[in-house]
Structures are given as structure tokens and as C-alpha cells.
């Protein structure tokens, strides 16, 4: 018994005498972390309050989107994709529903190509208002995070006008939308436009000449236009290095060809590049959505026989018949059971198809065997692609400055471990 404490006593006093020499501390953040923006961990050794190493741990919310999609009728897939970047579902499930339209070979009216330009706008402004405001509040600014969100529950109300949801919207169909624009909803974006303006101006001007909230920024969780084109980088966080690659004008979409914008591009690639790139960006889709409201009321004024198409009418066999026929009609009946139930076939062909999400590039590649379900679908998230320069980006740097580097990126857990 006594031998035994003393090889306790012994041991206890090796661990201490290591412990001891030890100079470095390993520290957990996350996964459920208040420094995280979702569940993922990053295990770093610091020295004081430098970073020296880091190493992340991903897949906490993995559930195998692209293996249930192998087993989901093709409409029920638009589901997965919001629950992917869920600050703006939106933009991925029109991406979707481009990718099915390649395959099948469904070109869509004008007058949907800037409906969804609407909605999907409004998605990215909605998407940046939240990044850059979680970037003031990683800083210590908690205002501007409290006033923006007023203006994107105003976006949501206008989602909820469009298709009865907010965060995960399920918005649309294939060939365009499940029902046309309300008056509503217009009423609704006019007074949104009316308003904006002045709060994001005054948000602009809690932060970005702020001399505390640029000493935090400047310099932080940079990196290179190589490197981040040697790791996959697309969207705001390779135009904040000075890389003007945008999917809207390299291979347009959606007729984005019929506006006019600007692409805003950053110099350093750090966290004060990334906020005032996603800052400007948010002005430019501003100016997107008040062109699509344009364009449509254009339509709807002098083509008055267009102002009810709200989807592609060859997509007809993926858009549930009117309810009051399949009351009423057989045929009407028949459609719209075959298409509850999954049971309309698609071409055999593979496709690729991608949208300037959030985040950058959303895409989708889809391999079909003429059956009623995706043979293979891989989806593209950008969060997964660029998540992976992170340790590159905080080592040598503070531990303050890693948690904005995270904030800065816009790492969305959903569109990470999909």
C-alpha cells in the first residue's frame, strides 16, 4: 500500500515538474464556444496571447446532404441546400433550381430571371448585414449588430411575403417561382429601398473610420491573392485580397448580364479589407435590386400578358397544378400526386452549375441516370473551401485577432460540414 502512494506521489510530481517547463498553453475554442460562429473547434497552442499553432475540427453537424439527396425526389433537394448558408437560402435554392433547368434544358422568362435577381439580392444584403455586424460586435461594438438586424428582419418579411418562410425559405421552383409577386410585397420592397439608405449610412459611420474598430481590423487574419487563389478562395474573401473574380460576371446567370454593377475588391485580405468589401458590396446589391424592381414593373407595364408569368412553362411537370383544378380535374390530379410523390424522371445527363452565394461560389454538380432521384450530387460550399487557410491566417498573430478572422470570413457551420 505504501509503495503504491508513493509512485502516486512520484508521478503527481513528474506531471507538475513537465507542467512547469511547459511554456505554452493549449486552448479549446469551441466547439460550443462564445467566440465561434457555430460548431467547430479549433485546438490552439498560444504563447501568452500568441498564436503558434492551430489545428480545426470539423463535421460536429455533418448529415450527409449529398447522400440523401441520392434517395429525395429532386424538388425535395432544394430543402437540403437551405440548410446549407441559412443567411441566404435563397441564393442556394435558385442555384438548385438553375442546375435541374441546365439538365433539362429549361430557359427561363425575363420576368422571372429578375425575380429571382430580386430575391437573391436581397439574400446577399441580408447575408453581409449579418457577417460585418458580428465582426463590430467580435470588436466590442454591439450597436450596429442591434440596428442592421431590424433591416434584415424587413428582408425576411418580404421572403415571408414571397413564399410563406424566413430563414429556410424553400424559395421557388423549378423554372421559376411558386406563385407571382403580391402587392404586398412590392409595397413592402418600396419601403425598404424608401428606407435603407439612412441606416446603412449611419452604420457606416459607427464603424468604418472608427479608430478602435480600424486597429483591430487593419492587419488581422491576412492573406495573399495567391494563396488564396492556391486554396479555392471565391466570393468577398478573394476580392478583399484584390482578385475581382465574381460568378455574376464571369458566367452570368439569370440575365445578372442586363445590370449594371460594380465588383469591389480589397488590397491586404484582412479582416478590415473583408468588412468593407462585403460593405460595398451590400450598396451594389442595393442598386441590383432597385434595377430588377425596374425591369419588372417595365414588363408588367408594357407587356401586360407577361405580368402573370412567375415560372418557365415547359418546367410545368415540376410546378404543382392550380389547387382549385386538382379539386376539379383529373389530369390536374394526377400531376400533382406524381409530383408530391416523386415520381417525375429526368433526363440522363451530368451538369455543373454555380451561383455567387454569400460566401462566393455555390455550386452544384449533379449526375442523373434518367431516374427520379440524383445518381450523384456534390455540393460546392465555399465555407468548406476557404475554412481550410484559417490556421495559415491566425498563426503568428493575436488571439483577439483569430476570433475576427473567424468572424471575417463568414464561416457558416451549415455550409461547412454539409
Not at 44 to 69: C, N, Q, S
Amino acid at each position: 500500500m505504501s509503495d503504491q502512494l508513493t509512485h502516486t506521489s512520484q508521478h503527481h510530481i513528474k506531471l507538475s515538474e513537465e507542467s512547469l517547463q511547459k511554456q505554452t498553453t493549449t486552448l479549446n475554442l469551441g466547439p460550443t464556444h462564445p467566440a465561434t460562429h457555430g460548431v467547430f473547434q479549433n485546438i490552439m497552442e498560444i504563447d501568452g496571447e500568441r498564436v503558434l499553432e492551430t489545428v480545426p475540427t470539423i463535421g460536429y453537424i455533418h448529415r450527409a446532404f449529398e447522400k440523401i439527396a441520392e434517395r429525395r425526389p429532386y424538388y425535395q433537394v432544394t430543402t437540403l441546400t437551405d440548410r446549407l448558408n441559412y443567411c441566404s437560402a435563397p441564393i442556394n435554392n435558385m442555384g438548385w433550381h438553375m442546375t435541374m433547368e441546365k439538365l433539362l434544358g429549361i430557359k427561363t422568362p425575363k420576368h422571372v430571371d429578375y425575380m429571382r435577381v430580386t430575391m437573391m439580392e436581397l439574400s446577399r444584403i441580408a447575408d453581409h448585414l449579418v457577417c460585418n455586424s458580428v465582426v463590430a460586435v467580435d470588436t466590442g461594438a454591439l450597436t450596429g449588430f442591434t440596428y442592421v438586424f431590424q433591416y434584415r428582419e424587413k428582408i425576411y418579411e418580404i421572403f415571408e411575403e414571397v413564399c410563406g418562410s424566413r430563414l429556410t425559405t424553400n424559395m421557388g421552383r423549378v423554372g421559376g417561382f411558386e406563385r407571382n409577386f403580391t402587392d404586398v410585397l412590392f409595397t413592402k420592397l418600396d419601403g425598404f429601398i424608401a428606407t435603407f439608405p439612412k441606416m446603412m449610412k449611419e452604420f457606416e459611420g459607427l464603424m468604418n473610420r472608427n479608430r478602435i474598430f480600424m486597429d483591430r481590423c487593419i492587419g488581422a487574419g491576412p492573406i495573399s491573392a495567391e494563396r488564396a487563389l492556391n486554396y479555392g478562395f471565391t466570393g468577398p474573401n478573394l476580392r478583399a485580397t484584390g482578385v475581382d473574380y465574381d460568378v455574376r460576371v464571369a458566367s452570368p446567370y439569370s440575365s445578372y448580364e442586363d445590370f449594371e454593377f460594380t465588383i469591389p475588391v480589397g488590397t491586404k485580405g484582412d479582416v478590415y479589407d473583408r468588412y468593407m468589401v462585403r460593405n460595398d458590396e451590400i450598396w451594389q446589391s442595393f442598386s441590383i435590386v432597385k434595377q430588377a424592381l425596374a425591369k419588372i414593373r417595365k414588363i408588367d407595364a408594357e407587356f401586360p400578358d407577361q405580368k402573370n408569368v412567375f415560372y418557365a412553362p415547359e418546367a410545368d411537370k415540376f410546378h404543382l397544378p392550380v389547387k382549385e383544378d386538382v379539386y376539379t380535374k383529373m389530369e390536374a390530379l394526377i400531376y400533382h400526386f406524381k409530383m408530391v410523390m416523386g415520381e417525375i424522371d429526368a433526363p440522363a445527363g451530368e451538369v455543373y452549375h454555380s451561383v455567387e452565394g454569400g460566401n462566393g461560389e455555390v455550386g452544384y454538380y449533379l449526375i442523373s441516370d434518367g431516374g427520379r432521384t440524383p445518381y450523384r450530387l456534390h455540393f460546392r460550399r465555399p465555407c468548406f473551401i476557404y475554412y481550410q487557410a484559417y490556421p495559415e491566417m491566425v498563426e503568428g498573430g493575436l488571439l483577439s485577432d483569430a476570433v475576427i478572422a473567424l468572424s471575417s470570413l463568414n464561416v457558416i457551420a451549415g455550409e461547412l460540414d454539409a
